[in-house]
Every structure is written in structure tokens, then in C-alpha cells.
């Protein structure tokens, strides 16, 4: 329990944080990595290059000094992220790791200003914030071993089969090395593969999403080739240039808080690029367990080559009852290309095409995302019924 002096003098600095979150984050991450190299090994080196995970933290740290006093407000956020760590393997032991130089951190950056009473209750509050990870975390940990065919950390696969999806999409089948089929998964969520690749110092960790319904006896993945800057995606082109059939890799149990939910409410599922991965599973889903369910899917690539799954979603819509599918190209390379959009999918087209009780789920490129977010909003679908996954650290779209 926190005193409420603690509590007084962490919500008052609050606003600081604010202002100097992503100054705070930046030293954070330099010196605890100075100090903790082997930390380089669960971290996603392109994240901190682009700036992208100090502000998730620095957000993060923010909004939990705001509610200090009232945490359950941010459970929905703290299982987020927690499914993320729960995926990298963060364990109990690394949270006093962090704890130390957020606080050192804090201190660098605002010196004098930063007192020792103001460290002392961030410190405090710190700790009572990491206890509700470290808690959430383990009930994590236990249900993925506990699944059939579960496991705690990371365990090896063998590269069962590699499909050319698409000109940028590859899909590798990864079947468990001892043999055991993986567990049953949520529709939407992903695993998170783990590589030594030969240069590279530290083990590279990348999430991806199950691109096929769960009840298979192996995970499928399908990973766009990030080749458009400069540096080029590590991963991404190891996976598509050196990872073949036979290989070994090691990947976690499924894990992530954006999934198909069951239910009578109409669904529409919208995905630009290589976000049609979770919707494959989604309407997979749909397609063996709820085939009477009403179901708008709605996909936006840059053109024909790039479109990805075109025939598989197009014969699992044939399974629906009351299915229907659209696809959008940004541009056509010539009129043998078919779609049902040319260019971008606008809110006209998503009022006409979803029936504005349904839910909707949203996976893409940011800037489709928050296009499509703003049009569903505007034409009145409530928080509740968008759901959105991020292909990196979380943001807030409506920010
Ligand atoms: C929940 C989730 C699900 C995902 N699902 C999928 C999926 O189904 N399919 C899929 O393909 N991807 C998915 N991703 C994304 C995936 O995890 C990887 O981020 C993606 O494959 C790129 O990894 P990479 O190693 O190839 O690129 P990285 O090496 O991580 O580089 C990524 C980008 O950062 C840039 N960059 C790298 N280093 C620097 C630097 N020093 N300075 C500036 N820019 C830099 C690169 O140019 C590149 O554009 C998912 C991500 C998440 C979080
Ligand atoms: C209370 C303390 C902590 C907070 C508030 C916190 C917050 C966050 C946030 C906001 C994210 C981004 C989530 C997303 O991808 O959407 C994240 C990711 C992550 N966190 Fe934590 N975290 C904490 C402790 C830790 C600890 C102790 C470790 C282990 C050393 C850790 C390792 C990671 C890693 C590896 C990622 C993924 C980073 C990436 O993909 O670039 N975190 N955390």
C-alpha cells in the first residue's frame, strides 16, 4: 500500500513525465543496456532505432503515475503488454533491473528537480507497479504450460513448409520439434520467434500473427519481406532468403489480446498488407465454427501481386452463410486486375458495405489504420466494437 504522501507527490510530477517521457525513456534504455548487455537478447533492436519503444514506456509510465491510485483502470493495458512480455520471456527477476534505471534515468535527465523525496516515492511506486506485472505475468506463464501441447518459454520448430503468398508475403508451417501438436490459440493472436542469426551478436526476437484458424497440428506464420528502407528488415528477409523446409527455429506459445470474439454480432474484419494475417485466422474461424455468422471482409492491397490469400479467404467466404468479401488495390498495375476499390478504402465504402451494429477488427500499416479507425468512428461505431492490432510497440491511435 502506498502512502498518500507517495501517491500526492507521484501524481503531482505526473505532468513532468509528460513533457520529459521520451527524453527519460532514451537514457533509460541507453544506460540499462550499457549495463545489461545480455537484455539485448529480448529486445527489438529496430524498435529503440526508431524511437518507437521508449514512447510506448514513456506513455505507459505516464498513465501509471496519473492512476497511481487506482491501477484496475489500467488492467486493460497491463494485459497487453503483459502478453507481450509473457511472449519474450520478462521474468520476475529482471523488474529491479528496470526499477533501477527508470529511477536513475529520471534522475539524470531532470537533475536537481528530480529531489530524493520525488525518487523515493517513484521508487515505491515503481515497485507496487512492477508487483501487478510480475503477478499477471505468472498466471500467464502457468496457463501457457498448463494448455495441451503448451509450453513456458520458448521451444524449437522445424520448418515444415515454406509458400510464396504473394510477391512480399511468405508462409512458413513450423511443427514442433518433440513431435507434440501446438495448442489451441485465440483467432488473431500471434507467437513470437526467436533467431540467432550469423553476424549478428544478440538474439533477435519478432512477433507474428497465426495466419490460419486454430486445430491444426502445427503454427503457420506468414511474414512480409520489409525490404521498402533502408536499413532492410533483419528478420523478415533471414526468414525469407535462409530460413528453408527442415530448418530449426524457436518461437513461444501464442499470446496477444487481439482476437476473434464469438457471438451473434455481425463482423467485419478490414486488413491492408500484411495485416490480413490475424484476419485469416478470424475468418477461418468464423468459416468452421460460426458459418452462419454475418461477415464483411474487407482487404486493401497495393495491387494484385501484393495481394496475398486471395484465393484461400475468397473459398473460406464461400463457407458463409451470409459472407462477403472485398478487395481494395491501391493501384491497379493494368485493367486485368480486378478489385472492387481502386485506391483507398473511404468511409462512403465502409458505411455502405458494414452494418453498423457489428464488430469490427482492424489490422494494417499505421496509416491504414488510423484512416480506418477515424472513419469507423466517425460514422458512430463505439470504442467496443474496433478492435486494432499493432505490427510493433502499441500506440494510441485516437492520440
Ligand atoms: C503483434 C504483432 C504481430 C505481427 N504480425 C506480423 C505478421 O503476421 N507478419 C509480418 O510480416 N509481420 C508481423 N509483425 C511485424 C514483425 O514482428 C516484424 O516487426 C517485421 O517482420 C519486421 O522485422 P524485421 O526484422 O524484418 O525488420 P527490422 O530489422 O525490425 O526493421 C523494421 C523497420 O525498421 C527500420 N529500421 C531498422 N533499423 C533501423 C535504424 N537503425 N534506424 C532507422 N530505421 C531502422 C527498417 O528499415 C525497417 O523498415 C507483427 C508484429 C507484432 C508486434
Ligand atoms: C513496470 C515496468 C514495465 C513497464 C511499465 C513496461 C512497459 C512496456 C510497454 C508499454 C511495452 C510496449 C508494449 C507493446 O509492444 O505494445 C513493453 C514492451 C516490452 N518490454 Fe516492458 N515494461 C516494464 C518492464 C519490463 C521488464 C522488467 C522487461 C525486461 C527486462 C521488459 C521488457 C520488454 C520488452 C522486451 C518489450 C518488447 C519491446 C520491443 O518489442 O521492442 N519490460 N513494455
Same mark, same amino acid.
Given at each position: 500500500?502506498?502512502?498518500?504522501?507517495?501517491?500526492?507527490?507521484?501524481?503531482?510530477?505526473?505532468?513532468?513525465?509528460?513533457?520529459?517521457?521520451?527524453?527519460?525513456?532514451?537514457?533509460?534504455?541507453?544506460?540499462?543496456?550499457?549495463?545489461?548487455?545480455?537484455?539485448?537478447?529480448?529486445?527489438?533492436?529496430?524498435?529503440?532505432?526508431?524511437?518507437?519503444?521508449?514512447?510506448?514506456?514513456?506513455?505507459?509510465?505516464?498513465?501509471?503515475?496519473?492512476?497511481?491510485?487506482?491501477?484496475?483502470?489500467?488492467?486493460?493495458?497491463?494485459?497487453?503488454?503483459?502478453?507481450?512480455?509473457?511472449?519474450?520471456?520478462?521474468?520476475?527477476?529482471?523488474?529491479?533491473?528496470?526499477?533501477?534505471?527508470?529511477?536513475?534515468?529520471?534522475?539524470?535527465?531532470?537533475?536537481?528537480?528530480?529531489?530524493?523525496?520525488?525518487?523515493?516515492?517513484?521508487?515505491?511506486?515503481?515497485?507496487?507497479?512492477?508487483?501487478?506485472?510480475?503477478?499477471?505475468?505468472?498466471?500467464?506463464?502457468?496457463?501457457?504450460? $498448463?494448455? #495441451?501441447?503448451?509450453?513456458? *518459454? +520458448?521451444?524449437?520448430?522445424?520448418? @515444415?513448409?515454406? !509458400?510464396?503468398?504473394? /510477391?512480399?508475403?511468405?508462409?512458413?508451417?513450423?511443427?514442433?520439434?518433440?513431435?507434440?501438436?501446438?495448442?489451441?490459440?485465440?483467432?488473431?493472436?500471434?507467437?513470437?520467434?526467436?533467431?540467432?542469426?550469423?553476424?549478428?551478436?544478440?538474439?533477435?526476437?519478432?512477433?507474428?500473427?497465426?495466419?490460419?484458424?486454430?486445430?491444426?497440428?502445427?503454427?503457420?506464420?506468414?511474414?512480409?519481406?520489409?525490404?521498402?528502407?533502408?536499413?532492410?528488415?533483419?528478420?523478415?528477409?533471414?526468414?525469407?532468403?535462409?530460413?528453408?523446409?527442415?530448418?530449426?527455429? $524457436?518461437? #513461444?506459445?501464442?499470446?496477444? *489480446? +487481439?482476437?476473434?470474439?464469438?457471438? @451473434?454480432?455481425? !463482423?467485419?474484419?478490414? /486488413?491492408?498488407?500484411?495485416?490480413?494475417?490475424?484476419?485469416?485466422?478470424?475468418?477461418?474461424?468464423?468459416?468452421?465454427?460460426?458459418?452462419?455468422?454475418?461477415?464483411?471482409?474487407?482487404?486493401?492491397?497495393?495491387?494484385?501481386?501484393?495481394?496475398?490469400?486471395?484465393?484461400?479467404?475468397?473459398?473460406?467466404?464461400?463457407?458463409?452463410?451470409?459472407?462477403?468479401?472485398?478487395?481494395?488495390?491501391?493501384?491497379?498495375?493494368?485493367?486485368?486486375?480486378?478489385?472492387?476499390?481502386?485506391?483507398?478504402?473511404?468511409?462512403?465504402?465502409?458505411?455502405?458495405?458494414?452494418? #453498423?451494429?457489428?464488430?469490427?477488427?482492424?489490422?494494417?500499416?499505421?496509416?491504414?489504420?488510423?484512416?480506418?479507425?477515424?472513419?469507423?468512428?466517425?460514422?458512430?461505431?463505439?470504442?467496443?466494437?474496433?478492435?486494432?492490432?499493432?505490427?510493433?510497440?502499441?500506440?494510441?491511435?485516437?492520440?
Amino acid at each position: 500500500m502506498l502512502s498518500q504522501k507517495t501517491i500526492d507527490i507521484v501524481k503531482s510530477t505526473a505532468p513532468i513525465l509528460e513533457t520529459h517521457g521520451v527524453d527519460i525513456t532514451t537514457y533509460f534504455y541507453k544506460t540499462m543496456f550499457e549495463a545489461h548487455p545480455e537484455l539485448l537478447n529480448i529486445f527489438n533492436h529496430a524498435n529503440q532505432s526508431q524511437g518507437r519503444q521508449q514512447t510506448a514506456l514513456a506513455n505507459t509510465v505516464y498513465a501509471a503515475a496519473q492512476y497511481i491510485d487506482q491501477l484496475e483502470v489500467l488492467l486493460p493495458t497491463v494485459k497487453q503488454i503483459a502478453q507481450k512480455h509473457r511472449s519474450l520471456t520478462v521474468k520476475p527477476e529482471h523488474y529491479p533491473i528496470v526499477g533501477e534505471y527508470l529511477l536513475k534515468a529520471i534522475k539524470g535527465v531532470l537533475g536537481d528537480a528530480a529531489t530524493d523525496e520525488i525518487i523515493g516515492a517513484w521508487g515505491e511506486a515503481y515497485g507496487v507497479i512492477a508487483q501487478v506485472f510480475i503477478d499477471i505475468e505468472k498466471e500467464m506463464y502457468a496457463e501457457a504450460a $498448463e494448455k #495441451s501441447g503448451g509450453w513456458e *518459454d +520458448f521451444k524449437e520448430f522445424i520448418v @515444415e513448409k515454406k !509458400v510464396t503468398e504473394s /510477391s512480399l508475403i511468405t508462409s512458413f508451417y513450423l511443427k514442433a520439434k518433440d513431435g507434440v501438436s501446438v495448442p489451441w490459440y485465440l483467432p488473431g493472436q500471434y507467437i513470437t520467434v526467436r533467431l540467432s542469426i550469423p553476424g549478428q551478436k544478440h538474439l533477435l526476437n519478432r512477433q507474428y500473427s497465426l495466419s490460419q484458424a486454430p486445430g491444426s497440428d502445427s503454427f503457420r506464420i506468414s511474414v512480409k519481406r520489409e525490404a521498402d528502407h533502408n536499413p532492410q528488415g533483419k528478420v523478415s528477409n533471414y526468414l525469407h532468403d535462409r530460413l528453408n523446409v527442415g530448418d530449426t527455429i $524457436e518461437a #513461444s506459445a501464442p499470446a496477444g *489480446d +487481439f482476437y476473434l470474439e464469438k457471438g @451473434e454480432q455481425p !463482423v467485419a474484419l478490414i /486488413s491492408g498488407g500484411v495485416g490480413i494475417t490475424p484476419m485469416m485466422a478470424m475468418l477461418g474461424s468464423i468459416a468452421e465454427n460460426e458459418p452462419n455468422r454475418k461477415t464483411v471482409f474487407v482487404h486493401a492491397a497495393r495491387n494484385k501481386d501484393a495481394h496475398a490469400f486471395g484465393e484461400e479467404a475468397g473459398a473460406l467466404v464461400e463457407k458463409l452463410n451470409d459472407g462477403k468479401m472485398y478487395i481494395a488495390y491501391e493501384a491497379k498495375k493494368d485493367e486485368s486486375e480486378v478489385c472492387d476499390i481502386t485506391g483507398y478504402v473511404s468511409r462512403d465504402f465502409l458505411q455502405q458495405v458494414i452494418e #453498423s451494429n457489428s464488430v469490427c477488427y482492424v489490422c494494417g500499416p499505421i496509416s491504414f489504420m488510423r484512416a480506418v479507425v477515424s472513419h469507423l468512428t466517425a460514422l458512430g461505431f463505439s470504442k467496443n466494437n474496433i478492435k486494432y492490432e499493432f505490427f510493433g510497440p502499441a500506440l494510441a491511435l485516437e492520440a
